[in-house]
């Protein structure tokens, strides 16, 4: 497990506390469509506020590339966070001078602040040890509980962590620690299940979860690609014929590595891809030429499902089918209602995130019923993949 200091090691109680969030949240028609980071970051402000810190809150909103973007302002935020704690929150025009500085004066013990979108400066994403410094002149200690953006090497990730003491908040513990145990120290057997469209934008992942987990299952349409590969004819299916190489050097390597590569051996095919056409199942070797594979059959379901029940622990990334048009979603449906059901009855750890598969938990109606589901994105995916996360390793860095 990654040494980092926590909450735990933290006395609050009169310490001007800097709290980098994640609070770039969905909106639509300037109303919030998704609560789930505001939600998830609560307890972390609760419980520095009770403790009687001064929070500062910091965080970036869309993408305004260092102008100050009045649609991008942080502001409407304040009233949510509110709600949300049923406390009050300030907000502060700007995140650093003489504005930050001033609303930071006012706070009393248990006050809290949100600045306005750090990215207004263009500092931010280029990690500008003179923003960094500004951040830090507001506060006495930093708390890092935006996992989501520890991907990023940014001013208010990375360079502030090492001008003050640095501690993980409530939500970057949670994910820190449930991504251990998918695949720092996990319990064996573990299975991966992958999904998505292409094999490229997965290389790595692939690459690295290939030499830790014991069982790696392929699906969505980057399972064609791994077909197409052995010389199964995929009809019209959607697939990367400039990966086929690739894709059987990914499954030699995972062989040599003593990891189980699961693919399918029946499809679910339509002549078009819409809303409940007319399908067929069919075996991998029988794919009509005018068809296209959407979705996994039965018998793979089944295939998945017995190494679940023999497996501890499960990482997953990815729908097995092109699960948001009906019928297409029936095999990730029946694979997440039997992970859930294995969590109950058999103890299965199960961690799941990236891209569209909080959407595909959701759909199935197991998102509460996962071990743990992870929001952040890019940064679960770049973990998975085995790389360094820059916003982690100035937390682990303040330890030594």
Same mark, same amino acid.
């Given at each position: 497990?990654?040494?980092?200091?926590?909450?735990d090691?933290?006395?609050?109680q009169?310490?001007?506390? %800097?709290?980098?969030a !994640?609070?770039?949240?969905?909106?639509?028609?300037g109303?919030?469509?998704?609560?789930?980071?505001?939600?998830?970051?609560?307890?972390t402000?609760?419980?520095?506020?009770?403790?009687?810190?001064? +929070?500062?809150? #910091?965080?970036?909103?869309?993408?305004?590339?260092?102008?100050?973007?009045?649609?991008?302002?942080?502001?409407?935020?304040?009233?949510?966070?509110?709600k949300?704690?049923?406390k009050?929150?300030?907000?502060?025009?700007?995140? +650093?001078?003489?504005?930050?500085?001033?609303?930071?004066?006012?706070?009393?013990?248990?006050d809290?602040?949100?600045?306005?979108?750090?990215?207004?400066?263009?500092?931010?994403e280029?990690? !500008?040890?003179a923003?960094?410094?500004?951040?830090?002149?507001?506060?006495?200690?930093?708390?890092?509980?935006?996992?989501?953006?520890a991907? &990023?090497a940014?001013?208010s990730?990375?360079?502030?962590?090492?001008?003050?003491?640095a501690?993980?908040g409530?939500?970057?513990?949670?994910?820190?620690?449930? %991504?251990?145990?998918?695949?720092?120290?996990?319990?064996?057997?573990?299975?991966?299940?992958?999904?998505?469209?292409?094999?490229? @934008?997965?290389?790595d992942?692939?690459?690295?979860?290939?030499?830790?987990?014991?069982?790696? +299952?392929?699906?969505?349409?980057?399972?064609?690609t791994? %077909?197409?590969?052995?010389g199964?004819?995929?009809?019209?299916? %959607?697939?990367?014929?400039e990966?086929?190489?690739?894709?059987?050097?990914?499954?030699?390597?995972?062989k040599a590595?003593? #990891?189980?590569?699961?693919?399918?051996?029946?499809?679910?095919?339509?002549?078009?891809?819409?809303?409940?056409?007319? =399908?067929?199942?069919?075996?991998?070797?029988?794919v009509p030429?005018?068809?296209?594979?959407?979705?996994?059959?039965?018998?793979?379901?089944?295939a998945?499902?017995?190494e679940?029940?023999k497996?501890? =622990?499960?990482?997953?990334?990815?729908?097995?089918?092109?699960?948001?048009?009906?019928?297409?979603? @029936?095999?990730?449906?029946?694979?997440?209602?039997?992970?859930?059901?294995?969590? @109950?009855?058999?103890?299965?750890?199960?961690?799941g995130?990236?891209?569209?598969?909080?959407?595909?938990? &959701?759909?199935?109606?197991?998102?509460?019923?996962? =071990?743990?589901?992870? @929001?952040?994105?890019?940064?679960?995916?770049?973990?998975?993949?085995?790389? =360094?996360l820059?916003?982690?390793?100035?937390?682990?860095?303040?330890?030594?």
């Amino acid at each position: 497990m990654p040494a980092f200091r926590t909450l735990d090691d933290l006395d609050a109680q009169g310490q001007r506390v %800097l709290l980098r969030a !994640d609070l770039n949240v969905p909106v639509r028609d300037g109303q919030i469509s998704d609560f789930t980071r505001i939600e998830r970051l609560c307890p972390t402000i609760k419980e520095l506020s009770d403790k009687g810190a001064k +929070v500062i809150i #910091c965080s970036h909103f869309d993408r305004p590339k260092g102008k100050v973007v009045p649609e991008m302002s942080l502001k409407p935020l304040a009233a949510a966070l509110e709600k949300a704690l049923n406390k009050p929150v300030a907000f502060a025009d700007d995140c +650093v001078g003489p504005v930050a500085e001033a609303a930071v004066a006012k706070l009393a013990d248990g006050d809290i602040l949100l600045l306005e979108n750090t990215r207004f400066h263009a500092g931010e994403e280029k990690n !500008d040890p003179a923003l960094a410094q500004g951040l830090a002149k507001l506060a006495d200690v930093y708390v890092n509980d935006a996992f989501s953006a520890a991907h &990023r090497a940014h001013a208010s990730t990375e360079g502030v962590a090492r001008l003050l003491p640095a501690y993980a908040g409530r939500l970057m513990q949670q994910e820190l620690e449930a %991504l251990d145990a998918a695949l720092g120290t996990p319990s064996r057997p573990v299975v991966a299940i992958v999904g998505g469209a292409k094999v490229s @934008t997965k290389l790595d992942l692939i690459g690295n979860l290939s030499r830790k987990v014991d069982v790696l +299952v392929i699906g969505g349409a980057m399972a064609n690609t791994f %077909l197409a590969a052995q010389g199964y004819s995929v009809g019209k299916s %959607l697939q990367e014929a400039e990966m086929h190489e690739t894709a059987l050097r990914m499954l030699e390597e995972a062989k040599a590595a003593n #990891c189980k590569v699961l693919l399918p051996v029946d499809l679910v095919v339509a002549s078009e891809f819409k809303p409940n056409p007319a =399908t067929r199942t069919v075996a991998i070797d029988s794919v009509p030429a005018d068809m296209m594979a959407l979705d996994v059959g039965p018998e793979t379901v089944e295939a998945i499902e017995a190494e679940l029940r023999k497996a501890s =622990t499960l990482v997953w990334n990815g729908p097995l089918g092109a699960f948001e048009t009906p019928p297409f979603d @029936t095999a990730t449906v029946a694979v997440a209602q039997t992970v859930a059901s294995l969590g @109950t009855s058999a103890g299965l750890k199960s961690i799941g995130g990236g891209g569209d598969t909080v959407s595909a938990l &959701r759909h199935a109606g197991v998102l509460d019923r996962m =071990t743990y589901v992870s @929001t952040a994105g890019g940064a679960f995916l770049e973990w998975l993949e085995g790389k =360094t996360l820059p916003g982690v390793a100035a937390l682990e860095a303040a330890v030594g």
